[in-house]
């Protein structure tokens, strides 16, 4: 029996999709891509190009899908410590800016944005009623 392959990002079996991955099937757990480099089997950090295949043209975006004719899914693709490293700077966020969600935590700079507006309406209110012209050269060159 062949290996099942897994996300190279969460880790989670993808027995339920079909091989060859297509460019855009994502994984049903975290919504990553699938058809991506660091899920290949020729992906090597090491290598030129981080490819071991030699005849494959160079993806930059080692994370993102690509059209790479030579893509075999890797079952070996996940990486605990990556993913780790990822939770860890999602919490290290989260420490920072609080909860990631903007319904929860109302900001202060809408209300503080309003009120400039306001003012601003309220001084801008008296130009509004002159006609608006083109400057005349003279007045360009007035100090």
Do not use: T
Request: charged fraction near 35%.
């Amino acid at each position: 029996m062949a290996d099942i392959p897994v996300c190279w990002r969460c880790g989670r079996g993808l027995e339920d999709l079909n091989l060859p991955f297509g460019r855009l099937d994502e994984c049903p757990e975290c919504r990553s891509q699938l058809h991506v480099c660091r899920m290949c089997i020729f992906f090597d950090p090491a290598a030129i190009k981080e490819c071991r295949e030699d005849d494959a043209d160079e993806v930059r975006g080692k994370e993102r899908a690509n059209f790479c004719d030579y893509f075999q899914a890797n079952s070996n693709a996940f990486d605990e410590s990556i993913a780790a490293a990822d939770r860890d700077a999602s919490e290290q966020l989260e420490q920072l800016f609080g909860d990631k969600s903007p319904a929860k935590g109302k900001s202060n700079k809408g209300k503080s944005h309003k009120g400039k507006s306001k003012k601003k309406k309220k001084s801008s209110g008296k130009k509004a009623n002159k006609p608006v012209s083109d400057p005349s050269p003279e007045d360009l060159f007035k100090k």
